[in-house]
């Protein structure tokens, strides 16, 4: 499976964007779909992922999203979305789509997963 992510750019803090991520292959169903993001200097850290079909779509955030982050899929255009509201400075990061088949216990550890996109910009303004 192959993964482009798009939808980053500037916002003013309190703003909104959506970040897509279109993946290649007809397997896409059977793949978890998570978001990462890494700020300068920082290591790259879990934001939100989607279960793949048969979990019941279950969904996990990092805390520092909670409430204000949505994941989303949909299978039939193969994308993985990520809604993101209330948009804040410390946001601002490069923002990573990936894909994984591991158990869902194991869904914000980023050595799980074997398929990532290239990664959208998305920065925050004060």
């Known amino acids: 499976v192959q993964l482009q992510a798009s939808g980053g750019g500037l916002v003013q803090a309190g703003g909104s964007l959506r970040l897509s991520c279109a993946a290649s292959?007809?397997?896409?169903?059977?793949?978890?779909g998570g978001w990462f993001r890494q700020a300068p200097g920082k290591e790259r850290e879990f934001v939100a992922a989607?279960?793949?079909?048969?979990?019941?779509?279950?969904?996990r955030y990092a805390d520092s999203v909670k409430g204000r982050f949505t994941i989303s899929r949909d299978n039939a255009k193969n994308t993985v979305y990520l809604q993101m509201n209330s948009l804040k400075p410390e946001d601002t990061a490069v923002y990573y789509c990936?894909?994984?088949?591991?158990?869902?216990?194991?869904?914000?550890?980023?050595?799980?997963?074997?398929?990532w996109g290239q990664g959208t910009q998305v920065t925050v303004s004060s």
């Open positions: 990936a894909f994984t088949q591991i158990l869902w216990a194991y869904v914000e550890d980023m050595r799980q997963y074997t398929n």
């Open positions: 989607i279960s793949r079909s048969g979990y019941g779509r279950s969904t």
């Open positions: 292959g007809r397997t896409f169903r059977d793949f978890h």
